[in-house]
């Protein structure tokens, strides 16, 4: 999405509309009063969509059924975080309060689907130093979204080797869990693999699922992280995807009466948010954790995603 042109546009029709009005009920005090009740209502909810809804997060529970996933990883957890957009709304207290509500959650590992800034790459560090509270067994993983490209790729290396994450940029991981769900603790490993894959971001860099697959064990589950979802349309027809998760959409961030505004979540509206059995694969849009330069949300909170892999 272009958040500055829909700023532009809400604005234009609203001085517009704002413009109609006055000349419609110029001379009828009755229908002034009953506009003056309308305004205070919508008053009302623009604060709500301006200062309280953009901070009212919730968590939200995936269940994806893979198949033939081995004893060892049923059960398995991942927290997904998209979408922080370190700004005046989600700044250092609210990501301290997601840090901490992920943390409670307990999961496996940590997937972070990129847009870590808006629009001022130094906050980059900024944001990072907050998500290096961050805990999992299996790590803290990282790809990049298209906000993020006002950063260099140094810059992105850098912060999230400070903050003990790995970065993702069109490669895989081979990971062994480090606990069995079911009692084991911590220092075991399993004999099950997991592989994780992650990719640039589609729109600012280079997305390509091929070579960041290449290599990958086909006999392990394998969860692809890209920021956008529309990389289910260049999935390679071989190597293994058993779900990807990605965000950028912000499910819309401004959805009246339930309903999607295009222009807002970037597309056709085939991805727009939760869970999208793709013909190559599942995939979750997060509807994302902050917002863009339109710092409002209305029907659509922001979340926290957990998933739990189980078998079939």
Partial sequence: MNPRRVTRTIRTTAHRLAADVRFRLGGSPGLRRHAQRLLKAAGAGVAYAAL????????????????????????YQIVQLSDLHFNVTAGVGFLRRVVEKA?????????????????????????????????????????RGNHDYKASLLAMQSACRAAGMRLLENQHAVIRPHRRRGGV?????????????????????????GQALAGAPADSPTVLLSHNPQVVSILPPSGRVDLVLSGHTHGGQVRPMGRTIRALSDGSGEFVSGLVRAPRAPVYISRGVGTSSLRLRWNCRPEIVLVRLVRP
């Fill in 52 to 75: 309280l809804e953009p901070v009212m997060l919730e968590t939200t529970q995936v269940e994806i059924v893979v198949p033939d996933l081995s004893p060892e990883l049923d059960g």
């Fill in 103 to 143: 943390n409670a959650l307990d999961a496996d590992l940590v997937a972070l689907t990129g847009d870590f800034i808006a629009l001022n790459p130094l906050n980059l560090e900024r944001c990072f130093a907050v998500l290096s509270d961050l805990r999992a067994p299996d790590g803290c993983w990282v790809v």
């Fill in 185 to 209: 603790g911590e220092g075991y490993h399993a004999q099950a693999r997991l592989v994780l894959a992650g990719v640039g971001d589609i729109w600012e860099g280079l997305c390509l699922p």
